[in-house]
């Protein structure tokens, strides 16, 4: 019965010893083509890979803190919104060396400006912000000019009364 089920074999599978594999005529190979795909892959992935690593690098790390925030040593003394006469005073009064920053506001409510070292600023401009600068004894303070008529209202003062 072996010999009739392998001559039955033998027989259905004669006609695949006439197939040969497929040959390329003529132009580029597969391996080159796919070759690109994959560099372009590859670079997608490295791209996404740098763009994922840096978004968690920025989620995660720790912001730097102004000097006026809540718990840092020039919080609650209202010094945005007053004058840079009166933020001279109270900031080397307890030590603080400043650098100034001129914002010059091109669009109203501060949506497009400029900003500009400067050694020293008038007595009437008005403190926006304050930053540290880097080391604890010294800090950058941007004020703006008085009667700057597109200059966005002061960060309200959130501490208590």
């Given at each position: 019965m072996s010999t009739q089920l392998e001559r039955e074999i033998t027989r259905l599978l004669t006609p695949m010893n006439e197939i040969r594999p497929a040959n390329r005529a003529h132009g580029r190979a597969v391996v080159r083509r796919h070759k690109m795909y994959g560099l372009v892959v590859l670079a997608a992935v490295l791209?996404?890979?740098?763009?994922?690593?840096?978004?968690?690098?920025?989620?995660?790390?720790?912001?730097?803190?102004?000097?006026?925030?809540r718990g840092q040593p020039l919080a609650c003394l209202?010094?945005?919104?007053?004058?840079?006469?009166?933020?001279?005073?109270?900031?080397?009064s307890r030590g603080y060396?400043?650098?100034?920053?001129?914002?010059?506001?091109?669009?109203?409510?501060?949506?497009r400006f400029t900003v500009k070292r400067s050694a020293s600023v008038p007595k009437?401009?008005?403190v926006f912000n304050i930053a540290s600068a880097g080391d604890t004894s010294s800090v950058i303070v941007f004020v703006h000019l008085a009667g700057d008529k597109l200059?966005?209202?002061?960060?309200?003062?959130?501490c208590p009364r």
């Open positions: 791209v996404i890979t740098i763009g994922a690593t840096w978004a968690a690098a920025n989620l995660t790390s720790t912001p730097r803190t102004s000097p006026q925030g209202g010094l945005s919104g007053r004058t840079a006469g009166h933020a001279v005073s109270v900031l080397t060396s400043i650098s100034w920053r001129i914002i010059h506001y091109l669009r109203p409510a501060g949506q009437s401009a008005i200059a966005p209202a002061a960060p309200p003062n959130l």
